[in-house]
């Protein structure tokens, strides 16, 4: 799954909003770094080159994950770790970020009260979860090809999880709730750019937990098919570049 999910959505989904969150990063002049749910380093390697005079200690909870990310970013410290459970010091970082992960924390107040443990006076939290799928091109096609594919039981793991943390007043309230104070939330619409549709498709299909949930229904080359003509019919033929909306919030502990 790593190899999969760095050739054909890292480039597309992830690379753009990275690139953005490592100039923030660095533009707050942070000493010591905190990455969670590094996944296969793209932040990480952004952050290395974006603040080459900060120590980068990169963390996900996948120990394929973190094996991939270390031999892309082998500049940062790499260690396998739960976000609700880091094993780390207090206080001991000046910023912690997290890219698209926040989504995953089973209990997302008690995560962000970790990290603020992990916060030096003055640290900042810095992280980005996506918008609602509508806002999302190739999320939104991937969605209906899997709808079109399974339509008596599509997989909702697109909707209910990556997107499924998508309010931002919720959001906010978590925060408060673990004792942060939000600096700036701001909405980030980038573009993504694919050499097609398929390889959208075949990225999600392979490199994401949409394989799995494919698997369970019994899906194969048929149901593919479909789901990359449904996604083809979305956004074209060829190469596609498409608009992705996420959310970024600075916060202060």
């Known amino acids: 799954m790593p190899e999969a999910y760095e050739r054909y959505l890292v480039p597309v989904l992830f690379r753009p909003f990275a690139v953005d969150l490592a100039a923030r990063a660095a533009a707050l002049r942070p000493r010591r770094v905190l990455e969670l749910a590094a996944g296969t380093g793209v932040v990480t390697a952004e952050l290395l080159a974006a603040a080459p005079w ?3 200690t990169a963390t996900d909870l996948n120990d394929a994950m973190v094996a991939f990310g270390a031999a892309r970013a082998p500049g940062a410290v790499w260690r396998q770790a739960d976000a609700q459970r880091l094993p780390f010091p207090d206080a001991g970082f000046d910023l912690v970020v997290c890219q698209f992960g926040v989504m995953f924390f089973p209990d997302r107040v008690a995560a962000f009260a970790e990290v603020r443990r992990m916060l030096a006076p003055e640290g900042r939290f810095l992280f980005s979860t996506w918008g609602p799928i509508a806002a999302h091109a190739f999320d939104a096609a991937t969605q209906a090809g899997l709808e079109r594919a399974f339509p008596a039981d599509p997989p909702r793991f697109l909707a209910t999880v990556p997107h499924g943390y998508a309010d931002p007043a919720l959001v906010t309230a978590d925060l408060m709730a673990a004792g942060f104070t939000v600096e700036e939330q701001r909405e980030l619409t980038l573009e993504g750019r694919a050499a097609s549709a398929a390889d959208v498709a075949t990225g999600f299909l392979t490199g994401s937990p949409v394989r799995a949930a494919v698997a369970e229904r019994g899906g194969g080359s048929a149901e593919r ?17 498409a608009p992705m909306t996420a959310y970024v919030f600075t916060c202060a502990a």
């Open 54 to 56: 900060a120590e980068v």
């Open 225 to 241: 098919a479909v789901i990359i003509e449904e996604m083809t019919a979305r956004l074209g033929p060829g190469p596609v570049t």
